[in-house]
């Protein structure tokens, strides 16, 4: 059983399309986030939800909107697409943020290699 | 704010060699520590952790100690081995309203036979 899954795994599309990234996770955790990893394999957050509510929204273009329909799901999609949009896209989820049992642990996909040419 | 520094790469080792993978950390408050693994052409793995002062993490031969005094983490392994070739990433993780991970810049890995 896969814990988080994403589709596509492999995307490559043109300068100025809109496309989708999606993720789902089995772990019944309640907190999902998305990294983007550069061509240096450098991490950085871009969103995370918990519960379906934003917490994190770090400073991302307005092209990228992530969307929670429920706790178990979290997709992106990203309008107008530009060359410095292609990376790998990682979704993750972790145990709650409240009540002590989150460690900081995330369990990641396997990414999502988004070209835009 | 919170930042991970981490030992440039790509680091190439022959097998059975000695591995170690500096890092040193900045944070707000009181971190949990990590080393996550990431081989070709997959997501990152939780490979070790640490969540105090002291701790020492293991797994799969790597090992790391929480050391707050010098504010480090660093990954070593006695003897490498082909298949840990991949990229090490450390990262640090704060408790706060919205808890995440801050990584390192990663470094690459590679063991030759």
């Known amino acids: 059983d896969t814990a988080v899954s994403q589709t596509p795994k492999y995307l490559v599309t043109q300068m100025g399309n809109d496309k989708s990234i999606k993720c789902e996770q089995n772990?019944?955790?309640?907190?999902m986030y998305w990294y983007k990893q550069d061509s240096k394999k450098f991490l950085k957050i871009m969103f995370s939800?918990?519960?379906?509510?934003?917490?994190i929204n770090e400073t991302v273009p307005n092209r990228f909107s992530p969307k929670s329909p429920d706790k178990a799901h979290l997709n992106l999609h990203i309008n107008s697409l530009e060359l410095g949009d292609s990376a790998v896209y990682f979704c993750?989820?972790?145990?709650?943020?409240?009540?002590?049992?989150?460690?900081?642990?995330?369990?990641f996909g396997e990414g999502s290699r988004l070209t835009v040419l | 704010g919170n930042s991970v520094t981490q030992m440039e790469g790509p680091v190439t080792l022959s097998e059975e060699a000695f591995l170690t993978i500096n890092c040193t950390y900045t944070?707000?408050?009181?971190?949990?520590l990590f080393w996550y693994v990431q081989y070709p052409g997959e997501g990152l793995q939780l490979l070790l952790k640490?969540?105090?002062?002291?701790d020492k993490g293991s797994n799969k031969g790597f090992e790391a100690t929480y050391r707050k005094e010098t504010t480090s983490f660093h990954l070593e392994k006695g003897s490498v081995q082909v298949s840990d070739s991949a990229v090490y990433f450390c990262?640090?993780?704060?408790?706060?309203?919205?808890?995440?991970?801050?990584f390192g810049s990663g470094t690459q890995l590679t063991v030759l036979p």
């Open positions: 772990l019944g955790h309640d907190t």
């Open positions: 939800y918990n519960n379906k509510e934003l917490i």
């Open positions: 640490a969540t105090k002062a002291d």
């Open positions: 944070a707000t408050g009181y971190p949990s």
């Open positions: 990262a640090l993780s704060v408790w706060g309203s919205a808890r995440q991970l801050t």
């Open positions: 993750a989820s972790s145990l709650p943020i409240a009540g002590g049992q989150n460690t900081g642990e995330l369990f």
